[in-house]
T-cell receptor
Framework: AQKITQTQPGMFVQEKEAVTLDCTYDTSDQSYGLFWYKQPSSGEMIFLIY??????QNATEGRYSLNFQKARKSANLVISASQLGDSAMYFC?????????????FGKGTKLSVKP | EPEVTQTPSHQVTQMGQEVILRCVPISNHLYFYWYRQILGQKVEFLVS????????KSEIFDDQFSVERPDGSNFTLKIRSTKLEDSAMYFCASTRHVGTGWFGPGTRLTVT
């Protein structure tokens, strides 16, 4: 069974500073993907970034980067130059690409608050 | 930019009633999913659908639930006899390839 652990229920960061949101995962699959989603107070799920298990380079998307350490089974999200609009819940998820066609297992999330 | 759409945005129903939640996935996507999120909790996988059949379902997806792709565009989730604990946000998602996971805006279901 797959599992995602996000140990930080809440985080505070000063505007314009960088912040790292932790995520560790457990999966027995050889081929899998790691995802981060942002959920603002309005409720929608916004896809941020993806890392495949065989990707050798860490994924980056604008101000978001994924610090992927496969041996440690961690996939931390780094947000550089935080903005007030980054205040939201952040969910890490793992999906395998074997028979299950990529359904995602989510962690409990981290609530990020950006202070002006 | 193409997006997943869901209707209605909010549905209120009485316990025991049937509800149908509707989704229009992105047109060239092949894999479709339903997830739910009880208020304040994590997002949970319900069911995945590929090639006009269920490919995987979670233990939450019991006989009260069913999914259908009645035409080439819509993807529906039916709850036959709603319970209070079915109150949640229901998200539809679709993907074409691995590595993407586009979610719809969600339908908030309130069972009274």
């Amino acid at each position: 069974a797959q599992k995602i652990t996000q140990t930080q229920p809440g985080m505070f960061v000063q505007e314009k500073e960088a912040v790292t949101l932790d995520c560790t995962y457990d999966t027995s699959d050889q081929s899998y993907g790691l995802f981060w989603y942002k959920q603002p107070s309005s409720g929608e799920m916004i896809f941020l970034i993806y890392q495949g298990s065989y990707d050798e380079q860490n994924a980056t998307e604008g101000r978001y980067s994924l610090n992927f350490q496969k041996a440690r089974k961690s996939a931390n999200l780094v947000i550089s130059a935080s903005q007030l609009g980054d205040s939201a819940m952040y969910f890490c998820a793992v999906g395998n690409y074997g028979g299950s066609q990529g359904n995602l297992i989510f962690g409990k999330g981290t609530k990020l608050s950006v202070k002006p | 930019e193409p997006e997943v759409t869901q209707t209605p945005s909010h549905q209120v129903t009485q316990m025991g009633q049937e509800v149908i939640l509707r989704c229009v996935p992105i047109s060239n996507h092949l894999y479709f999913y339903w997830y739910r999120q009880i208020l304040g909790q994590k997002v949970e996988f319900l069911v995945s659908f590929y090639n006009n059949e269920i490919s995987e379902k979670s233990e939450i997806f019991d006989d009260q639930f069913s999914v259908e792709r009645p035409d080439g565009s819509n993807f529906t989730l039916k709850i036959r006899s709603t319970k209070l604990e079915d109150s949640a946000m229901y998200f539809c998602a679709s993907t074409r390839h691995v590595g993407t996971g586009w979610f719809g805006p969600g339908t908030r279901l309130t069972v009274t």
